[in-house]
């Protein structure tokens, strides 16, 4: 592609904006000025870059018309804080946090719903959904004709680096303290997750679910087209640093035609079908670092022939949130780079 762009990416310095900025660079992303923000303390930090090492500056002080896309990776505070400013000043937007209105700002998997963007007027406002849904989307959407959907339920395990970088470091603090024998004092979780399994992965409602949960619901409804699914969704948190590990089950309209589906799995773009007998994906020994989601253990139901059960596990900061918004920002210049431009 000989034009470029002037890219800025919002939360340079957490784990996926710097996965976001790694993968420009690596899939030569036509990126002309690259802009490094963050808000508060992380202004002034540098991020490598092409050779070079970029500071980071202070969103609160950038002009958006500077611009012609935004990354926003900094979480929904930030999104709200900045992102009309950034539209007022003409500047296309990605959003990862899922701050903005579903109907304003479109949930994009490029592998699942890519004409989700014809419907959409300069400048663009996107957003790359939470990276349970990439993961489903990726596997699922290949499927949608074959199994018609009814009901869908899911059991993420998430990785803390779901919760940023405090809490990586969290876990990793915590795992030392506990193998060298010493007092453990919980600091960034209310109670311990070095080598335990927290059952939520945030506050939850009065009706007892949280924010993620009925993110991710909402999300896997519009991407695979199917408003009516019933969906039910727990998010757990693993002791796990990078990946996650999803445990699907999907009730089809008919009896499922597990030979079909192994076949679709095996052709699906982003998917990585592991179909040996006895072997199956781990988030950890698979998936993370890697561009596509793994799925295996593909199986019927115990009792109901229209049920369907997999494996699913996914690099939650690569391919779940940077690559995705990267991969939806390729497709949207694909298309629409002379409106982008002007």
């Not at 039910?232 to 002791?239: E, G, K, M, Q, V």
């Not at 022939?305 to 779940?320: Q, T, V």
């Amino acid at each position: 592609m000989s034009q470029s762009l002037d890219i800025a990416v919002i939360g340079a310095t957490g784990t996926v904006g710097e996965t976001l900025v790694q993968i420009l660079e690596e899939r030569e992303f036509p990126v002309g000025n690259l802009h490094l923000l963050a808000s508060g303390e992380s202004a002034g930090a540098s991020v490598p870059f092409k050779g070079r090492n970029l500071r980071v500056r202070d969103v609160a002080d950038f002009d958006f018309s500077q611009v012609h896309l935004a990354f926003f990776a900094a979480g929904e505070a930030v999104t709200r804080s900045f992102a009309m400013r950034a539209t007022a000043a003409g500047c296309s937007l990605i959003d990862l946090s899922g701050a903005l209105d579903p109907a304003d700002a479109p949930s994009l998997v490029p592998e699942a719903n890519p004409a989700s963007l014809d419907a959409l007027t300069a400048p663009y406002r996107l957003t790359s959904p939470s990276a349970s849904a990439v993961a489903l989307a990726c596997v699922l959407a290949p499927l949608g004709d074959l199994l018609k959907p009814q009901r869908l339920s899911v059991m993420a395990s998430l990785a803390v680096s779901s919760r940023g970088r405090e809490a990586v470091t969290e876990l990793a603090r915590q795992t030392a303290e506990l193998l060298n024998a010493r007092p453990l004092e919980p600091r960034f979780f209310d109670r311990q997750i070095a080598f335990n399994v927290l059952a939520q992965a945030g506050a939850p409602d009065a009706d007892g679910h949280i924010s993620l949960e009925r993110r991710l619901a909402g999300e896997i409804k519009q991407l695979l087209g199917l408003p009516e699914l019933r969906v039910s969704a727990t998010c757990a948190l693993a002791p796990v640093f990078f990946g996650d590990s999803l445990a699907v089950s999907v009730v089809a309209e008919q009896p499922v035609d597990l030979e079909r589906v192994r076949e679709r799995l095996a052709k699906a773009p982003g998917v990585e079908f592991v179909e040996e007998e006895g072997d199956y994906p781990t988030a950890v020994g698979d998936a993370v670092g890697q561009d596509s989601v793994y799925v295996g253990r593909v199986r019927g139901g115990l009792d109901d022939p229209s049920e369907l059960n997999l494996w699913i596990a996914s690099d939650n900061a690569r391919k779940g949130a940077a690559l995705n918004a990267v991969q939806s920002a390729e497709l949207l210049i694909k298309h629409y780079l002379s409106k982008i431009l002007t």
